[in-house]
């Protein structure tokens, strides 16, 4: 997969995966994550995270509902973390080629498209 730009992925869509999909390898994931304001790669397993503080603890469930409300429509779904009552992350992989795809890309672009009340 070539380095797609994030207005790119923002107009595609999540597609199924069960799994028959290649992993995209560590290269074409740093590649890619140059597009992504502010998303860093993990390792075992092979995924993303972003990190964001929040004004208070209903900004952060807002902003949690939304990337629900997105992840629901994409069928592609991350883990959300709330720590310390605004502290948020969320890690995206693909679960069932334990690693990443385009996926993960499209929904990490979608979400940075959603409106988030940060601390000031």
């Known amino acids: 997969m070539a380095a797609q730009s994030s207005e790119q992925l923002v ?3 999540c597609v199924p995966c069960e799994g ?3 992993k995209l390898d560590q ?3 740093r590649a890619q994550l140059e597009e992504l304001s502010g998303w860093e790669l993990l390792q075992n397993p092979d995924r993303i995270k972003k990190t964001w503080t929040v004004r208070n603890f209903m900004a952060g469930m807002n902003f949690f509902n939304s990337v629900a409300e997105l992840a629901e429509t994409e069928g592609h779904h991350p883990d959300l973390h709330l720590v ?3 502290n948020l992350s969320i890690e ?3 679960h ?3 690693g990443l795809s385009e996926n993960d890309f499209i929904l ?3 979400i940075d498209n959603l409106p988030v009340e940060l601390k000031a």
Do not use: M, N, S
């Open 11 to 13: 107009k595609k869509r």
């Open 20 to 22: 028959g999909v290649e």
């Open 27 to 29: 290269e074409a994931a």
């Open 84 to 86: 310390g009552y605004r």
């Open 92 to 94: 995206i992989w693909t």
């Open 96 to 98: 069932a080629i334990q």
């Open 108 to 110: 990490a672009a979608k």
